[in-house]
């Protein structure tokens, strides 16, 4: 079994939390706390990847991921 290191970004709204890996595109979930999302996130990659190495596709992997806040005037 290998391991794999992949970004997540998990945001809070009105809702609860919502989850992605932005390596693996339309690889996301929620959950109503952080850790319900953190848990789903992790079984939601796992389920992408296994996919991917069945079908004999490549695992995306960043060399590096910059998370930044800016201000837009509108």
Avoid: W
Wanted: charged share 30%; proline share 3%.
């Amino acid at each position: 079994m290998k391991n794999y290191r992949l970004s997540v970004v998990i945001e809070k709204d009105v809702d609860g939390y919502f989850a992605f890996c932005p390596e693996l595109q339309g690889c996301y979930t929620q959950g109503d706390s952080y850790e319900e999302a953190l848990e789903n996130i992790k079984d939601a990659i796992r389920l992408h990847l296994e996919d991917r190495i069945k079908d004999g596709e490549a695992i995306p992997m960043a060399e590096s991921i910059s998370l930044t806040s800016l201000e837009v005037a509108v």
